[in-house]
């Protein structure tokens, strides 16, 4: 007996029922001439723009034990709990 397997394909959608755009999608689409570009995107539909700045001191990601009590205590402070371990530790080394 064989198994029905869901449909992993996307709903087609009507290209007539694409959503109108703004001023804002125009001035964040690309550009084209003849098939040359003249302007790249500046963003994407949902989310326009250049997107967050590069930072000039990137964080590194590192893979970290901590003991259970430890992490929760932080995470128990909220949002930004990572960066308020960080500081902590710069605190400890003094830098």
Known sequence: MNA???STSE???DPDDAPEWTEDHFRYAQFSIGGKVIREAQGTWTKPGPGRPVS??????VT???DPDVVETFRATGKGWQSRINAELRKA???
């Open 4 to 6: 029905s397997k869901p």
């Open 11 to 13: 709903p087609w959608t």
């Open 56 to 61: 000039a001191n990137p964080k590194k990601q």
């Open 64 to 66: 970290l034990r901590l």
């Open 93 to 95: 080394l003094g830098i």
